[in-house]
């Protein structure tokens, strides 16, 4: 019917019908319709049948859906458009009608076409195309489809330079005009071809050398004021992307702010926010407002550590050597060079096709020789024999062991808690009936130096206004005070404690707690009786329903305290006196939760004992109150935080507004750990700050404004980068007034912050009320790159980039209550050695539990070493022989301090393997757990995120770690290389991270085939031979964890993870089952735990829930279920990477999800806003994201 049409309406067809040639081609065989009409339109010599054939293919090519004009690209139909442009170029006077059609017709197949503007300049018709513009400038009709093929040819780089150097951005300055109801397709079209030309730094730097920034925000401002009805929203989008393109040069940015386009645009956005129609406005002009907003350096002295550490040994060109010979002042210094500002290469880049197109990730192992595991203990046993120490299992013969040892009676101590063999030295609790020879005889009261600390004191409470000082602890205790508590203190060396144990007939409520604690006090005259007539307090709807009842301390480091404060006091400075030591004698009594009722393993008076032992860089004296009080997970569920309208964009204005009304900005430090001697004054207008205590992090505290306060991160020690994790202390607020934080110095890209994550917030009035648990708090919440430079030094050399904000907003409940802030749920190191403590404490008869000292660490902290098994049933040779043949179980967890969700996953795997249930029996029978529970102690200490004190990652160390600067992976791998040596090598092997860009719980593990088949590499069927029980344990986890995503598992090798814990101990060690388990900081997207946040009773859930499946792997390597572990590995691998496409990258896996696609991205770098937000690597297509408003981007995940 087609054919019937053509030859009814445009009978001059049959001129090119009698051509020979031409005719031989519409009928031959196996013609398409497309190719006859190329045919036809190629050797077509009348300008009238050629216009014919044109509107034909016109109407064909409307119509299609884009699928016609791929096919009539792929024929070579751009290419007989050039001919046919070039041929009529040439006649004079040439056809205006043809010249329309023609243009019209390339303006549709172009974008279809990637190799567009390399042909268009190739064959000549490029400068055609520029001719026909400069000769119809007053011709519209003609100069709308020339324009929209001049703004295709801009694509290419090297033909926006050429037509940058013809005049074009001058000509088009020409064309583009005042506010008109006319032409406005015309001035669109124009607009779209400038700033398609402005892209190239080159033409920009030409626009702002001939004075047209001023031009265009004058332009800008006559079309915003004139089209009052949203008509030509398009033509002022235009122009803000011709600012835009522009902004890209510092040039560019410098001549804007001398036209006073932040205070143009900012208030004609203004103007814009209530229409939401006008969002593409309102983003773009926000991006170009912080593009152009000057660039500042952290207000820090140096973005190196504020804490130093010094090292005997630091290793030459390392990152530590480069710290140290730096120039005073080279660190923060802001690039003076223009951002990303390098000469313009000339190559054929089409910039928006090409960025568009994915490559194989260069990043997955290719060389098959690395690829294949080959054991290589790389050390002798001379070298290894000293680490049999730690594995006396092997050799233990139990023959001064009783088996009828009673249930109730303590297990022999010669095992378990050798002076060799034991993590610390037992804990002592001195009593009124047995005072401890370390004791200071007094008639009121015993006191325990700090000094002394081989005893065991129970540390008091401080009110709600100041933290706990280590170097005040004491302890009273005598009749009076039992007569009132009536709670005894067991003796933690030889009495474990247990919920079903009674220690106190008289008194039921003593009889349920799995951990006693003693009434304490202050020192203090009137104090003895205090607590002799308090009464429990029952809390309804508290989880916590005893209160244990503390006199406020005296004493803050020998030095009177005051009691306005609220944190934020520095130990040893001069706080000034408001009372005697007398007088604190009648302050009111704070009520402290007594936890234990809920946390078996937490004891606060031993927590302090261990925080005493603790060895910290900056010599921490006090103790957060949520680390001694501890933690009970929610009992309500925490959904990810619905993003609302408009938060980012909002946040940036106010941003903006610092540099637009600068005297309405506060600026005023109210915490600085560069200068302690700084305080506050008194005057109850600025919240206090405080972050000197175990794992804290927080550099610096300014008040903006009088509720809006910017915070800065300290760097890890010996390096000048890694701000992630914080934790510190706040107080002195008012209730109703919503307080917004800004941590302005984030390095990270993307957070899931943009996706429902919020921070955590601890309060102590809600801790005293009952309620002693960290929550997921904050509204407005939103992460955005800022004004702060980074400096070369600190991102390897790379200039213009930026730091970015998390910012959120808080309105507290209680007036001068003291509250805590973290990134995730703090697991702190001194936490870590009272949960051992306790757990041993747990110890049955029946279970072998051994803490060793694997070596100390640079700042002399002991890295714990644990063995867990079952006790073997007898000492006949048979038992003692299964006893020492259970394969080996290596774990190990916390190598990145700021990772706190791995110590919670471990703890709840330490709960797990050593309690009384009949699978943790079981799995106790079946093989020997070696646990490294936390690799990186100093880090922790020391608030790191995820350095040690030597400045470097542990976790790309462990190819050749060096046993003085990375002592806890040199003495761990040599575990691993001992157990290798005498042929046990583990039959799994775990490293818990945690992972803050994806959600859920998931696995990376090490796999030949699947990495080949994600790349390119050529190998043969024997190359890919290997044993697929490398996902059995990944599939069990996944069908009995709730939080577990086997979908978001990888089981590639990278090169860039080539020295990681699990390649490392996959291609040297031998051990197939390798794993890093990531678990989230943000929630889960699928399962039981879709759309909730994370918790600390998900974490340990987690934990529990690994041991179970290493008792279900257990039962499928069993010889005996050897084809139900080929039919579950059958079933694995036909479910193998389904989120993998044909262009395939392992960072998808890395970090999937999608970018914030807000457009507020506010990069520096140079053309970042063109290619939109950061996009997955294998995304479907670019999106316009100009246009894309807060409510298009909230639920991307």
């Known amino acids: 019917m087609d054919y019937h049409y053509t030859k009814r309406y445009y009978p001059s067809l049959d001129y090119a019908d009698s051509s020979e040639r031409s005719g031989k081609e519409v009928m031959s065989k196996g013609s398409s319709g497309m190719e006859v009409i190329l045919s036809s339109l190629e050797n077509s010599r009348d300008v009238q049948t050629t216009l014919n054939i044109m509107c034909i293919l016109s109407e064909l090519l ?26 009529a170029s040439k006649e004079l006077p040439s056809s205006e009608e043809l010249m329309l059609q023609l243009h019209s017709l390339l303006a549709k197949v172009g974008p279809k076409d990637r190799k567009f503007g390399v042909k268009a300049r190739l064959s000549g018709a490029l400068n055609v195309t520029v001719d026909v513009v400069k000769q119809n400038l007053q011709n519209a009709k003609v100069l709308l489809p020339c ?85 030509c929203m398009l033509i002022r989008k235009g122009l803000l992307v011709c600012l835009r393109n522009i902004t890209n040069l510092k040039l560019g940015r410098r001549a804007f702010l001398e036209a006073d386009g932040m205070r143009i645009l900012y208030h004609s956005s203004t103007e814009c926010l209530p229409v939401r129609t006008l969002d593409p406005l309102i983003n773009t002009s926000s991006l170009i407002m912080r593009k152009c907003f000057p660039k500042n350096r952290l207000p820090v002295p140096t973005i190196k550590s504020a804490f130093h550490f010094l090292l005997h040994q630091v290793p030459p060109g390392g990152p530590v050597d480069q710290l140290y010979n730096q120039l005073s002042g080279v660190d923060d210094v802001v690039d003076e060079s223009d951002d990303n500002e390098e000469a313009e290469g000339e190559t054929d880049t089409e910039n928006d096709e090409d960025k568009d197109q994915c490559s194989l990730n260069d990043d997955i192992e290719t060389d098959l020789n690395k690829l294949h595991p080959i054991r290589n203990i790389g050390r002798s046993f001379e070298e290894l024999k000293d680490y049999q120490k730690f594995f006396s299992e092997l050799s233990e013969d139990f023959q001064g062991y009783s088996f009828d040892i009673s249930k109730s009676a303590s297990p022999s101590t010669y095992l378990f808690s050798s002076s060799s063999a034991r993590f610390s030295r037992p804990a002592e609790v001195p009593t009124a009936q047995t005072p401890s020879p370390k004791q200071i005889p007094d008639s009121q009261n015993v006191c325990t130096s700090v000094k002394e600390h081989q005893t065991l004191s129970c540390p008091f409470l401080a009110s709600s206004q100041t933290p706990l000082d280590l170097d005040t602890i004491h302890l009273s205790k005598n009749k009076d005070q039992q007569e009132g508590i009536n709670i005894p203190a067991p003796d933690r ?65 020998g030095f009177p305290i005051r009691r306005t404060g609220g944190g934020g006091s520095n130990v040893g400075s001069d706080c000034g006196s408001e009372g005697t030591e007398d007088e604190a004698g009648d302050a009111p009594l704070l009520e402290v939760p007594d936890t234990a009722r809920l946390l078996p393993l937490h004891d606060p008076d031993l927590y302090v004992e261990m925080v005493k032992g603790t060895q910290s860089v900056p010599q921490y004296a006090e103790v957060a109150y949520p680390d001694y009080f501890g933690h009970i997970a929610p009992m309500l569920k925490e959904p990810l935080l619905e993003r609302i309208y408009g938060v980012q964009r909002s946040k940036i204005f106010q941003d903006i507004e610092r540099l637009i009304h600068p005297n309405d900005i506060l600026d005023k430090v109210v915490y600085d750990i560069d200068h302690p001697s700084s305080m506050i004054e008194e005057n109850g207008e600025s919240l206090k700050f405080n972050s000197q205590f175990e794992s804290g992090n927080l550099r610096k505290a300014i008040q903006v404004r009088k509720s809006e306060y910017d915070l800065v991160l300290n760097a890890d020690i010996n390096s000048n980068h890694y701000h992630q994790w914080f934790y510190f202390e706040v107080s002195g607020m008012r209730t109703g007034t919503g307080y917004r934080f800004n941590i302005i110095n984030c390095e990270k890209s993307n957070s899931q912050f943009n996706y429902g994550m919020q921070p955590l917030m601890y309060s102590v009035q809600e801790a005293i009320g009952g309620k002693p648990q960290w929550v997921r708090t904050g509204t407005d919440i939103c992460y955005y790159k800022n004004h702060f430079a980074r400096s070369s030094v600190a991102t390897g050399g790379q200039k213009g980039k930026s730091y970015y904000t998390l910012t959120f907003t808080v309105t507290f409940i209680h007036k001068d209550d003291v509250c805590y802030f973290a990134y995730h749920y703090p697991y702190t190191y001194s936490t870590l050695k009272m949960h051992l403590s306790k757990l041993e404490d747990m110890r049955t008869p029946q279970i072998y539990l051994r803490q060793d000292v694997l070596c100390e660490t640079l700042s002399g902290n002991t890295c714990p070493l644990l063995t867990i098994t079952a006790m073997p049933e007898s000492k006949s040779t048979d038992h003692i022989c299964q006893f020492r043949n259970r394969p080996f179980i290596f774990l190990s967890a916390r190598v990145h301090p700021g990772e706190t969700n791995a110590s919670w996953v471990m703890k709840g795997t330490l709960e797990f393997l050593m309690g009384t249930s009949p699978l943790a029996v079981n799995l106790r029978e079946a093989y020997i757990f070696k646990i490294v529970p936390m690799l990186n102690p100093d880090g922790v200490v020391n608030g790191n995120h995820r350095c040690s004190l030597s400045g470097e990652d542990l976790n790309r160390q462990w190819q050749n770690p060096d046993p003085e600067l990375h002592p806890t992976i040199y003495h761990t791998k040599s575990l691993l290389q001992y157990l290798a040596y005498i042929q046990r090598t583990p039959l799994v092997f775990c490293d818990y991270h945690g992972h803050s860009r994806k959600k859920n719980v998931f696995m990376y593990g090490c796999s030949v085939k699947e990495t080949v088949w994600q790349s390119d590499i050529s190998a043969t069927s024997s190359d890919l031979q290997e044993d697929l029980g490398y996902r059995t344990l990944p599939k069990i986890l996944s069908q009995i964890a709730p939080a577990f995503s086997l979908a ?150």
């Not at 859906?65 to 070579?76: C, D, I, L, T």
């Not at 030309?197 to 079309?223: E, F, I, M, Q």
């Not at 002799?532 to 989880?543: I, L, M, R, T, Y």
Request: charged share 25%.
């Open 62 to 87: 409307t119509v299609g859906r884009g699928r016609r004009v791929g096919v009539f690209v792929s024929k070579g139909g751009t290419g007989v458009l050039f001919q046919i442009l070039i041929s």
């Open 1048 to 1197: 978001s598992s990888s089981f590639v090798v990278e090169r860039s993870k080539e020295s990681t814990a699990r390649v490392v101990v996959w291609r040297e060690i031998g051990v197939k089952r390798s794993y890093t388990m990531e678990s989230t900081l943000c929630g889960c997207d699928q399962g039981k735990y879709k759309g909730l946040q994370i918790s600390t009773r998900e974490l340990e859930e987690m934990g529990a829930q690994f041991c179970v499946a290493m008792l279900r792997l257990k039962r499928l390597t069993s010889l005996r279920n050897h084809q139900n572990l080929l039919d579950l590995e059958s079933d694995i691998i036909g479910t193998q990477s389904k989120n993998v496409s044909s262009c395939t990258t392992t960072y998808v896996l890395e970090e999937d999800e999608p970018s914030f696609l807000e457009a507020i991205d506010y990069s520096a770098e140079s053309n970042d806003e063109d290619a939109g937000p950061e996009s997955d690597v294998c995304g479907d297509g670019q999106e316009n994201f100009d246009q894309l408003s807060d409510s298009e981007t909230i639920h991307r995940n």
């Open 147 to 231: 324009l929209q093929v001049l703004r295709i040819y801009s694509n290419n780089s090297v033909n926006a330079i050429s037509l940058g150097k013809t005049g074009m951005v001058e000509i088009i300055f020409k064309i583009v005009g005042p506010y008109s109801k006319k032409n406005t397709s015309l001035f669109k079209v124009a607009l779209d071809a400038l700033g398609a030309l402005l892209k190239s730094k080159t033409n920009a730097r030409r626009a702002v050398d001939s004075g047209h920034v001023p031009v265009l925000l004058a332009l800008y401002l006559d079309w915003h004021r004139n089209d009052t009805r949203h008509r």
């Open 493 to 557: 060396r030889t009495a474990p404690t247990s919920i079903s144990t009674s220690l106190c007939q008289s008194h039921m409520i003593e009889q349920e707690l799995s951990h006693q604690l003693e009434g304490v006090s202050l020192e203090d005259k009137g104090s003895q009786n205090a607590e002799a007539g308090s009464e429990k307090v029952k809390h309804e709807g508290s989880p916590v329903n005893n209160l244990r009842h503390f006199q406020p301390p005296v004493l803050l480091g």
